[in-house]
């Protein structure tokens, strides 16, 4: 059988990192059994409907570089796979089900069942209407009494299964609730869509979040009646904040864009997604997409929590900052310098940040200096490993001043020779000259690049008149 994964998501108008992970679980498995990837639209709950949402999941698949062999956009054998365009299709093998004896017409109000759920907290549901025989409930439907198809779980004793993570499952028939597979408006649950869609699809793995390990066995049943065999269940742990709380949109650091607009590529946040539940069983940690392709194994999935550490993002993203060609990283940088001045040589900038910076969004705390010189103390000139202090800096500032008058040549290697030959001149420490320099320029103890390299940052003209203010402040 031909490996066929698909990803399923809801429409939620964001990508969860938990969802994007499961995606590219489906991916490698596909992917590295030389199988199809599909993607296909859950969008049965009509009332979570959200404008834009479908553009938001191919976007977030297209950036990350997943491309999908069948889905709504291109089509493929299996459509169409979009659910809400599939709903006879579910209304059809609900009533077969019945038929099967699998599944029941129910014609309790929707408060008699909420009401019975809350009476027995949240034990299941156990469906009076399951009792009426098939020709009284076929003739109530005819003649257009409103009903909902509910599951029929007749079965007693343990449901087992095997999942490839979790490995053997057993859960009590007793305690799956007869739930609803067919609406009263017509549209399927995902208890009854997924089993049907995974099998009209032909998907061979299933991947999805652990909250489903336990209904499984209610999809099982269904492909029992049917007589389907059911897919490879590959379920995953989900990804945590800590250990008590997941990662929730509410925090604002749960999805795939919320990470992309606080400056993370979405390369890194891949990769490092990757490694949250499944190791490769080596010490490598950098891997791009099509790396994963050719190491990735079911086997080393696990089944511990996954914990997703913002800290090791971080690091990750800045090997993948520092590993860029520099024209790419220089465009990734341009809109973070919208409100640089027009001094500002744009380059030199980038080249001073990409080997410093860990996130795009650290481009704006580190060039805060770069926009306008902050107010400083003069207590910043002194500094003891260098020997400088404002007596340093009073003598040495209109030296520097005169030099880079003199200067025509403004690139960082004939700025430092400069410098440095007027520290021999002068018969003092490098140090005692680029010191002073640097906190002229920037006002700040500690900066992305030495004196030189701020001098070409901000160009001649800037430089030499923060040089004239700082001395003037002395
Ligand atoms: N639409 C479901 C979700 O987003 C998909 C679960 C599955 O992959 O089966 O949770």
């Known amino acids: 059988m031909k490996t066929r994964t698909r990803f399923a998501p809801s429409p939620t108008g964001y990508m969860h990192i938990g969802n994007l992970r499961t995606a590219l679980y489906e991916y490698l498995i596909a992917k590295s059994q030389g199988g199809d990837f ?38 493929g054998n299996f459509g169409p796979y979009v659910q809400s365009e599939r709903k006879p299709l579910y209304a059809e093998y609900a009533h077969k089900l019945v038929e099967l004896g699998g599944a ?49 779980i007749n079965k007693t004793g343990k449901s087992k299964y095997h999942d490839e993570v979790y490995g053997d499952i ?35 793995h299933v ?112 090997c993948y900052i520092r590993a860029l060609p520099f024209e790419e990283f220089h465009k990734l940088a341009l809109p973070y310098y919208v409100k640089m001045p027009a001094y500002v040589n744009l380059e030199a900038l980038s080249k001073t940040l990409q080997p410093r910076i860990e996130t795009l969004a650290d481009i704006e705390r580190e060039t805060d200096f770069i926009k306008s010189l902050p107010a400083f103390d003069n207590s910043l000139y002194v500094n003891k490993k260098m020997k400088t202090d404002t007596d340093v800096a009073k003598a040495n500032l209109p030296e520097i001043l005169e030099t880079l008058s003199a200067q025509d040549i403004w690139t960082n290697e004939a700025l430092f020779e400069s410098l440095k030959a007027l520290a021999e001149k002068l018969g003092v420490k490098n140090g005692q000259i680029l010191y002073p320099c640097r906190i002229a320029l920037s006002g700040k103890e500690t900066t ?27």
């Open 207 to 318: 991947v999805r979040g652990n909250e489903y390990i336990s209904s499984t066995p209610k999809y099982n049943l269904i492909y029992e009646t049917f007589g389907w065999e059911h897919p490879h269940y590959v379920h995953v742990p989900q990804v945590m904040k800590d250990a008590q709380h997941k990662l929730s949109k509410r925090n604002g650091d749960a999805s795939f864009q919320d990470l992309v607009a606080k400056g993370y590529l979405p390369e890194a946040i891949l990769n490092y997604i990757a490694l949250l539940g499944w190791n490769p069983g080596t010490e490598q940690e950098i891997f791009s997409l099509d790396e994963l392709k050719q190491v990735f194994s079911v086997e080393r999935l696990n089944r511990s929590p996954a914990i997703f550490d913002i800290t090791k993002l971080t690091w990750m993203n800045g």
């Open 38 to 75: 599909l993607l296909r639209i859950e969008d049965t709950d009509q009332k979570r409907y959200v404008e834009g949402a479908t553009d938001i999941i191919y976007n977030t698949l297209k950036t990350v570089g997943m491309n999908w062999d069948e889905g709504p956009d291109i089509g």
């Open 104 to 152: 029941h017409y129910c014609f309790c109000s929707k408060n008699e069942a909420d009401e019975q759920k809350d009476e027995e907290q949240n034990i299941k549901f156990k469906d009076p209407c399951k009792r009426l025989s098939l020709e009284e409930a076929k003739a109530r439907v005819a003649a257009g009494e409103p009903y909902v198809i509910r599951q029929t």
């Open 448 to 474: 992305p690049g030495g004196a030189t390299e701020i001098a070409v940052i901000l160009g001649k003209e800037e430089t030499l008149r923060r040089i004239k203010s700082a001395i003037a402040s002395l």
């Open 170 to 204: 057993e859960i009590d028939y007793d305690e799956l609730d007869e739930g609803v597979l067919l609406k009263s408006d017509g549209f399927p649950t995902y208890n009854f869509a997924n089993v049907v869609d995974d099998h009209l699809m032909e998907i061979s």
